[in-house]
């Protein structure tokens, strides 16, 4: 028999929530502050190390909003995304390029997969690396967490090696690629399909001037498409094995990556307004910055440290490897 919720337990529920929901407002709104006065420093980068920083000393009144506002945001987050996507726009990349995309992504995720391995990292690290750096930074960690029980201190690793090497892939690109004779298309390109975040894309593509970023920004968000097929088999995968042992199994599909495949369909239709567009951009950053201050306030910095060369190393050879899979992928393909 269902309890209909009352006014009394809605009241309760809503003030044992508040306090975290005010840290998560309060850390969002610092992000979004830093990042107005540091522009190439990303709000979830900010949020997701100060959320490491202040959760050692939050009280433990917060942790049931935080913990509340984490899952709610990135999974709102994920559905909002789908409008920054046009299925007009992939098409216009051509099939050359498109299949440049989803051998990248899928050559990158599994290699990456398959170095932590070899490097003894944790499995939970090594699928947040390999979901960040194949797809799209932190808001793909955030997502694929949703769907998994990894550890939160892998979270914030992941994210934090996303703005490592994606932030040193803003000065090497542009160099490597003028290195190398590439003209602005080309150049843009490498960087949708090699650079982490979508803000570390247009950073790593601007010194080849507007037709590089335009040809970079349509490639990367062509890589976002993909977010949504790899959670959902990472879901099926954890679902299976779930049922095999506890009995616990997770939706094939989550509602939230179904979200996301229906407002792409609505971009494409060419109905939302430019304004309702931009506002959506925002409105997902909001959502992520204050999902990652929650996964962030949730870390200890002492396993976090443990796990710091490992990691480290791991960051560094799949960045390696996503540039000379994408580098690959262009050129057998033709596309550039």
């Not at 932190?138 to 949703?146: G, K, N």
């Not at 803000?199 to 990367?220: D, E, N, T, Y």
């Not at 951009?281 to 396993?303: H, K, N, P």
């Not at 440290?305 to 690959?328: E, F, H, K």
Request: hydrophobic residues 60%; charged residues 10%.
């Amino acid at each position: 028999m269902t309890t209909l919720a009352t006014p009394s337990t809605i009241a309760t529920r809503l003030r044992a929530l508040l306090p975290g929901l005010a840290a998560a407002a309060l850390g969002t709104a610092i992000a979004f502050g830093v990042n107005t006065i540091l522009v190439a420093v990303s709000a979830l980068t900010v949020a997701v190390v100060l959320g490491v920083l202040v959760g050692q000393f939050l009280p433990e009144i917060t942790r049931e909003g935080l913990m509340w506002t984490t899952k709610k945001s990135l999974r709102a987050g994920v559905v909002v995304l789908g409008l920054q996507l046009s299925l007009a726009e992939i098409a216009g990349l051509g099939a050359g390029t498109v299949i440049a995309v989803v051998a990248t992504v899928l050559l990158a995720f599994f290699g990456t997969m398959g170095l932590g391995r070899l490097l003894g990292v944790s499995r939970g690290l090594a699928l947040m690396v390999a979901t960040g750096f194949s797809i799209c930074g932190a808001s793909a960690i955030a997502a694929m967490d949703s769907v998994t029980e990894t550890e939160k201190e892998d979270v914030a690793t992941g994210v934090t090696l996303v703005t490592l090497y994606g932030s040193a892939a803003i000065a090497l690109v542009p160099l490597i690629g003028t290195a190398l004779g590439m003209s602005p298309e080309h150049l843009g390109a490498w960087a949708g399909l090699s650079v982490h975040e979508v803000a570390q894309v247009v950073a790593a593509a601007s010194p080849a001037g507007a037709a590089a970023v335009a040809v970079a920004v349509v490639v990367k968000l062509t890589r976002v498409v993909l977010l949504a097929p790899m959670v959902a088999g990472v879901s099926i995968v954890g679902r299976r094995r779930r049922g095999i042992t506890t009995g616990k199994r997770p939706p094939i599909v989550p509602l939230f990556v179904v979200g996301f495949l229906a407002m792409m369909a609505l971009r494409t239709t060419g109905t939302v307004p430019v304004v309702v567009l931009s506002a959506a951009q925002i409105l997902a950053t909001l959502l992520f910055a204050a999902a990652l201050f929650g996964l962030g306030s949730a870390v200890r910095l002492g396993s976090l440290l443990r796990t710091g060369r490992r990691g480290l190393a791991l960051g560094a050879l799949s960045t390696v490897l996503v540039a000379l899979v994408a580098l690959g992928a262009l050129t057998v393909t033709g596309t550039v």
